[in-house]
């Protein structure tokens, strides 16, 4: 686990300043348009799901080895705190929880097999 831990690490920091930048960018919108809550929840999921992406791709290209075990553990702790926070918020597990935890780890997967099948620049 300690061989993968640096390139976790630097997939997390790109998820979060993926999210960041991403959720700024939305809330801007939305202070300007009237925006309905089904759009609001999709883009919920699109942006945490491309984060998931972008973060197990980031870490595939720095370790290099053993794409879909990176982009398990990475969508795993990824799912296991998008459970822990609908457990917390709703008191129980709903369907969008459950689509979100599938995307994520889904999204977290392709990125990491994509991220090892593709030639390292520097």
């Known amino acids: ?3 993968y831990k640096k390139g976790i690490i630097t ?3 790109s998820l979060t300043a993926f999210i960041i930048v991403s959720i700024l960018l939305f809330g801007t919108i939305m202070t300007l348009i009237d925006v309905p809550d089904e759009i609001v929840n999709i ?3 699109l942006i945490l799901s491309t984060g998931c992406f972008i973060a197990s791709y980031t870490s ?3 370790v290099r080895n053993n794409g879909l075990l990176q982009g398990l553990i990475v969508g795993g702790i990824i799912s296991t705190l998008l459970l822990i926070i609908g457990l917390i918020a709703n008191k129980t597990l709903t369907i969008f ?3 979100k935890i599938i995307s994520c780890t889904l999204l977290s997967v392709i990125g ?3 991220g090892i099948n593709t030639k390292h620049c520097k």
Do not use: H, V
């Open 112 to 114: 990491s097999i994509k």
């Open 97 to 99: 929880c459950f689509e």
């Open 60 to 62: 595939t290209q720095i």
């Open 11 to 13: 997939g997390f920091i």
């Open 1 to 3: 686990m300690q061989f």
């Open 43 to 45: 883009a919920g999921t």
